[in-house]
């Protein structure tokens, strides 16, 4: 079974402070997924990595894939309140169709 | 398109009793899965297709039978319902066509309690 462990598992933090959370597994995986989850809703996907090494933005969110494919990270530049939410990732398994879900950072962002 | 549909919303159920999850979507994807969310916690995935007629294991399988019939319906069954079984329910759905296309669509999401 391939784990996916993330860190921090809460985080409070101000609006405008920068945050950086971790995905790390033992596993290699094809590629890797950052979901933000609000409450009462699913996982909406906001990201996809697939080369190792590779750097993706998204308006203030930079999401980074570990060179060995193992471990990813998302930060996030001046906070702001509706960043609120529950980030996941998820793992995709090499040879099979299904993701293996981390347990997510819960972030809060106080205005 | 209305995405991933999911009924009921909510549901109460006495412990051992049975019910059925519905989960449908319009999109023509060919896997759909289901997963369970404890409160705080992620995703463990329960169940999982990869088209009409086939379904395999996933981590948490035990208490629960899901089948495939047609591309859009994956229903999942609850036969004795423990209070282990307590959590909120997901159905997603994607089209696996390319290692890098395999975003997930989630329903809204099944809270059942089981007293």
């Known amino acids: 079974t391939q784990l996916l462990e993330q860190s921090p598992q809460f985080l409070s933090i101000q609006e405008g402070e920068n945050l950086t959370v971790y995905c790390n597994s033992s596993?290699?995986?094809?590629?890797l997924q950052w979901y933000r989850q609000e409450p009462g809703e699913g996982p909406v996907l906001l990201v996809t990595?697939?080369?190792?090494?590779e750097v993706k933005k998204l308006k203030r969110l930079t999401f980074q894939f570990g060179d060995a494919r193992k471990d990813s990270s998302l930060h996030i530049t001046a906070a702001q309140p509706g960043d609120t939410g529950l980030y996941l990732c998820a793992g995709k398994d090499t040879n099979a169709g299904k993701s293996t879900f981390g347990d997510g950072t819960t972030l809060t962002v106080k205005p | 398109n209305a995405g991933v549909t999911q009924t009921p919303k909510f549901r109460i159920l006495k412990i051992g009793q049975s019910m059925t999850l519905q989960c449908a979507q319009d999109m023509n994807h060919n896997y759909m899965y289901w997963y369970r969310q404890d409160p705080g916690m992620g995703l463990k995935l329960i169940y999982y297709?990869?088209?009409?007629?086939?379904?395999d294991k996933g981590e948490v399988p035990n208490g629960y039978n899901v089948s495939r019939s047609t591309t859009e319906d994956f229903p999942l069954r609850l036969e004795l319902a423990a209070p282990s079984q307590t959590s909120v329910y997901f159905c997603?759905?994607?089209?696996?066509?390319?290692?890098?296309?395999?975003?997930?669509?989630f329903g809204p999401g099944t809270r059942l309690t089981v007293l």
């Open positions: 297709s990869v088209g009409a007629g086939i379904t």
């Open positions: 997603a759905s994607s089209l696996l066509v390319l290692p890098d296309s395999t975003e997930q669509f």
């Open positions: 596993s290699v995986f094809s590629s």
């Open positions: 990595v697939v080369t190792g090494g």
